[in-house]
């Protein structure tokens, strides 16, 4: 990975594909473009969440189909950042995807790439907000559920292995994410999260969800108030009543 410095008034553009051929074809063909500067590059997708971090590209060229972190959750994650890149995915074939981007009019660049497709999709690349990607992973049915979920700190995000989170819970503002490493905050809906981690996340309140991985014991006291008690962190969560009868039916047998 080579990271070039820019001129001052170029726009700023990372290439994101796990493909070395791919990168360099589209390093070749930025090149071409009138100020537009290749930043960077990145083999997979949580290369590219730290690079753009550190390099704070304009435009993010963006595969959809790598291993471990796809470019459809790539994209996820950098919308948590205060100003998230512009994304213009790039993917070889598939027809779900791009009538899904298509609905949704989200850039893309279908592989192999042409140079004057190329040069418009640069030119009219704009932000993509994150309820427009999560209907875009739905439609296209690459919506396979994050591995890590993701937290900002400053320019630079923090990835939270999802199997390492014990329970989401929504404040005024924020939701607060209690994992191994510690609690961290994330500018995203309980609903949504219910949504997607459903079942290995259980409703217990309305402004807390629990992995079933992580507990330990359901408790009841003298006065008949359930309370979930965690694994590892020692902190036990009230129940609901509204959520009492649901909860207690899905954490059966996981705790």
Known sequence: MNDQIPAPDALRVLIVDDEPPARERLGR??????????????????????????????????????????GIEAARHLNALEEPPAVIFVTAHDEHALAAFEAQALGYLLKPVRQEKLARAIQRAARIAAPQLQRVAEQAQLGRRRQQ????????????????????????????????????????SLRALAAEFTPDFVRIHRNSLVAA?????????????????MKDCEEALPVSRRHATEALRNLKGGH
Do not use: W
């Open 213 to 229: 991985r992580h507990v330990a014991a359901i408790e009841r006291s003298a006065e008949g108030q359930y309370l979930v008690r």
């Open 149 to 188: 979920v993701a937290a900002r700190l400053g320019d630079q995000l923090r990835l939270i292995p999802v199997e390492d989170i014990y329970y989401f819970a929504a404040g005024q503002k924020y939701v607060t994410v209690r994992h191994r490493g510690g609690s961290d905050l994330i500018d995203e």
């Open 29 to 70: 063909m930025l090149a071409e473009l009138p100020d537009v500067a290749v930043v960077g590059e990145a083999g997979n997708g949580a290369e590219a969440l730290e690079a753009c971090g550190r390099l704070l590209p304009d435009v993010v060229l963006l595969d959809i189909r790598m291993p471990g972190m796809d």
